[in-house]
Each structure stands twice: as structure tokens, then as C-alpha cells.
């Protein structure tokens, strides 16, 4: 109990600059390595300004679940003097791709807003 209101916490205390570039935007995976045991139609993640990460699978045969995540990609910034470093997790963004790197695999996803 203790951990995760430390982590909210730290979430409330996080200004608008520390959730940029990230902050408001929504994503959809386009590329998993390694690949999932399950297909998936869709993976879409929208990074909330309040810095919870929704992301939204959709199974092959269309039902879908949402995971909320407070402790995900840029909820777990490690350092403020560097914005693409996060605990465990590096990212770039190029244009409309969002390319992350977990060290034991990586993500690539495309700006849907």
C-alpha cells in the first residue's frame, strides 16, 4: 500500500514539463519484439496528462480490455535533465513513430493524436 501512494505521489507532484512530449498524445502499437504469445487486432496507449497511461487491447475476435498504468513509460522518469530516459526505459520519438526500448524488447508505434 505504501508503495503505491508514494508512486502516486510522485505522479501528482510531476509538472507539465516532466510529461512532455508524451502528455495528451495517443498511440497504436505497430510493431512488438518479441512478438506476443497472443495476436492482438489493435494495442493503442494514450498517455493522459495526469501521466496514466491507458492502453487498450483489442483481442482478434474484437472484445478488448484497458489497463491503467501510473507506474509505466513516463510515470517512472528517472532523470529530469535527460526527457528520453526513463527507469528501464528509453524512447525517440521521429515524426508520427514512437520507438521504445524496454532492454529486453522493444515497441514501435504510430501517432494517432
Given at each position: 500500500?505504501?508503495r503505491t501512494?508514494?508512486?502516486?505521489q ?11 512530449p ?5 498511440w ?5 519484439e518479441p512478438?506476443?504469445n ?7 496507449s494514450?498517455?493522459r ?19 491503467l498504468?501510473?507506474t ?5 522518469r ?20 514512437l520507438f521504445?526500448?524496454?532492454g529486453?524488447g522493444?515497441?514501435t ?5
Amino acid at each position: 500500500m505504501r508503495r503505491t501512494r508514494r508512486t502516486q505521489q510522485r505522479r501528482q507532484a510531476a509538472g507539465a514539463e516532466e510529461l512532455r512530449p508524451l502528455s495528451g498524445t495517443i498511440w497504436q502499437v505497430i510493431d512488438i519484439e518479441p512478438t506476443p504469445n497472443q495476436a492482438y487486432k489493435s494495442i493503442i496507449s494514450n498517455f493522459r496528462p495526469d501521466g496514466i497511461v491507458v492502453t487498450t487491447k483489442t483481442n482478434m475476435d474484437g472484445r478488448s480490455n484497458q489497463n491503467l498504468s501510473s507506474t509505466g513509460l513516463w510515470a517512472q522518469r528517472s532523470s529530469s535533465t535527460n526527457p528520453d530516459m526513463f527507469e528501464n526505459t528509453k524512447f525517440k520519438i521521429e515524426g508520427d513513430k514512437l520507438f521504445i526500448d524496454y532492454g529486453n524488447g522493444s515497441a514501435t508505434l504510430q501517432r494517432i493524436s
